[in-house]
């Protein structure tokens, strides 16, 4: 639906309904039409409140992928994503593989570029990176080369 699209904004649902339909209403009859629908909005808000941390302590890092057309042929690629934790700002690196030489040439590279370490490293269980995780423990053991990159 247009209004959660819209992230709540009810006259942006108005506006459209006047530019794609011809359909003019007021805001309030919007606002009393998609009510219902207002607890959800709140709770997506709710949902994804930032994580804060201080300059300098945290640097979260993950992998997507994409298809891309390369020479006429579609070639899956690896985003190698950095983002700090304090100022949100972002590092991007592009790879062939998600392979573990990948993940410590992308953590190097966003040092680079940030200009420094971080305190953490904030990652998800990418199996390159991880030996072994007990899930009722919640022990993570990292692999030895990685452990040693990070040393």
């Not at 201080?54 to 020479?71: E, K, N, Y």
């Not at 590279?109 to 030996?131: M, Q, S, W």
Request: with cysteine; hydrophobic share 40%.
């Amino acid at each position: 639906m247009r209004y959660l699209q819209h992230r709540g904004n009810a006259d942006v649902v108005r506006q459209d309904l006047r530019r794609e339909l011809g359909i003019t209403v007021s805001l309030r009859t919007v606002q009393r039409a998609v009510r219902h629908l207002r607890r959800e909005v709140l709770a997506q808000r709710r949902s994804t409140v930032r994580f804060e941390t201080t300059a300098g302590q945290q640097l979260q890092i993950d992998f997507g992928s994409l298809q891309v057309p390369i020479a006429e042929q579609s070639r899956k690629i690896y985003l190698f994503v950095a983002t700090l934790g304090y100022s949100r700002r972002t590092f991007v690196d592009v790879f062939l593989h998600e392979r573990q030489s990948a993940w410590i040439h992308g953590i190097e590279g966003a040092f680079r570029y940030f200009g420094g370490i971080t305190c953490e490293l904030l990652l998800d269980n990418a199996k390159p990176l991880v030996h072994k995780h007990n899930v009722q423990t919640r022990e993570i053991i990292f692999n030895e080369r990685f452990r040693s990159f990070c040393r």
